[in-house]
């Protein structure tokens, strides 16, 4: 795959398509198995507020994935990623109801850079809350 934006077509300030991520009790047991992180604390409420937290939270690495798929959506190519990094400065809290919790992102070109690169900054929230900080990709574009 190759990436379907082409550098010359981008400019610093282009929005990227915004999305919104459900995440449930059910979405954070799938990723435990599939990742391999069983820490109770995105499982066992009761372990969850035992170790001070509101509740039950979704894994940082889910948030992390979830965020960067504004990206790999808009530029088509997964592989176009060159670079991507985040600071966690919020949970997700999700609770056990039939809604769950919902991340909402939305990123922006912030610079070009001379190698047909580009470096997306990336906001992330859930509940009002600011749940990424710092969340920047560095992206190859056609």
Do not use: C
């Not at 398509?17 to 059910?26: C, D, K, L, N, Y």
């Not at 994935?65 to 809290?93: H, L, M, Q, S």
């Not at 610079?111 to 990709?137: E, F």
């Amino acid at each position: 795959m190759t990436a379907k934006i082409s550098y010359d077509d981008v400019e610093v300030g282009t929005e990227l398509p915004a999305r919104t991520f459900p995440v449930t009790r059910a979405t954070l047991v799938q990723y435990a198995g599939a990742s391999g992180d069983f820490n109770p604390i995105h499982w066992n409420e009761r372990f969850a507020k035992e170790v001070g937290l509101p509740d039950v939270i979704a894994h940082g690495m889910f948030t992390m994935a979830e965020a960067i798929r504004v990206v790999t959506d808009w530029v088509g190519d997964p592989g176009a990623v060159v670079e991507y990094g985040v600071r966690f400065t919020k949970p997700v809290v999700v609770p056990d109801d039939d809604a769950g919790a919902v991340i909402e992102v939305g990123g922006k070109v912030a610079a070009k850079l001379d190698d047909g690169t580009v470096r997306v900054d990336l906001t992330a929230t859930s509940a009002g809350q600011k749940v990424l900080g710092m969340s920047r990709a560095v992206v190859r574009l056609a």
